[in-house]
């Protein structure tokens, strides 16, 4: 076979001038867009050359163009509360009698003996969990959750003090806030939010959480005979991130999603009044 019919040497010429043209094209692309263009971008952002390219190819964090800006945030703990076994045994074998003294010595201003305040913008005790209890004046202690009268009063407890006092509250009778009765009508469109959520804007039911023997996280508060002024503050505050103590981002994805009207209506519609 001759060598025009193979293409000869001319052709295998040709192919590897192609080869080292691409390869060439590669090379130069690459040193403009990792080395070149980086280091001129980060001079007039003051970065040197090193931590420019090393930025473009991955190798350190943050833009080869621009400063990284400082963060000024403070850490926000959400919780330090671990659902151990350690901890279940606490709760369990908490000293009820020793939590009813507590209360009387420290709680009862605020929260009565009987766990039922008075005053709509303080929540009420009676009917929560001992684990709910457990968790919020835990996170009151560790600075997951701040409020200027809680905060204070239970600074120097322990964790058994703690669990003591969520023994005694957690084991009142809810009484008359319990009565048999249907929640206030507040519209079909909240009452849909509270049976089925809302798809397209993110939002799950209510009903799956705070509704008796749901399954869902046993930290869960009751929600049901709760004052709808309380109620609302609390979603005003999961909204904005002021109140950060929900383990995942529940309440606050969930709130943030919620427009004013709608907490207002679902704190009544909760409330029952």
């Known amino acids: 076979m001759s060598a025009s019919e193979t293409g000869g040497p001319q052709d295998a010429a040709w192919r590897r001038r192609g080869i ?46 621009r400063p990284t800006p400082r963060s000024e945030a403070k850490p926000q703990p959400v919780t330090t509360v671990s659902w151990s076994e350690v901890t279940f045994n606490e709760i369990f074998q908490a000293d009820r009698a020793a939590g009813e003294a507590l209360a009387k010595e420290r709680c009862i201003a605020c929260h ?10 303080i929540p009420r005790n009676l009917g929560q969990s001992r684990f709910a209890l457990y968790k919020q ?8 959750r701040v409020n200027e009268t809680m905060s204070p009063t239970v600074a120097d407890l322990d964790d058994r003090a703690i669990a003591n006092l969520a023994a005694y509250y ?15 009508f507040v519209g079909e469109d909240v009452e849909n939010l509270v ?16 509704s008796p023997r749901t399954g869902g996280p046993i930290e869960t508060p009751t929600i ?14 999961f909204a904005t991130g002021e109140r950060h103590n929900d383990i995942y981002h529940r309440m ?4 943030s999603k ?13 409330s029952g009044q």
């Not at 970065?47 to 473009?56: H, V």
């Not at 004046?137 to 997951?144: E, I, V």
């Not at 957690?170 to 206030?184: S, Y």
């Not at 606050?252 to 709130?255: C, G, K, P």
């Open 20 to 65: 080292v043209a691409v390869v060439g094209l590669l090379i130069a692309g690459a040193a403009l867009g990792f080395v070149v263009l980086p280091v001129v971008q980060g001079e007039s952002g003051g970065i040197d050359p090193y931590t420019a390219i090393c930025r473009a190819f991955g190798v350190l964090p943050g833009s080869p163009a």
């Open 112 to 121: 009565t003996v009987e766990g039922n305040t008075p005053a709509p913008n």
């Open 137 to 144: 004046l835990h996170d009151f202690k560790s600075g997951a």
């Open 170 to 184: 957690g084991a009142l009778n809810r009484g008359v806030i319990d009565a048999e009765r249907g929640p206030p």
């Open 195 to 210: 049976l089925n959520g809302d798809i397209a804007r993110g939002i799950p039911p209510c009903a799956a959480c705070h």
């Open 224 to 237: 049901t005979g709760q004052y709808n002024e309380y109620l609302e503050a609390q979603l005003h505050a």
């Open 252 to 255: 606050r994805s969930v709130a």
């Open 258 to 270: 919620l427009r004013p009207e709608e907490m207002k209506l679902l704190a009544i519609y909760y």
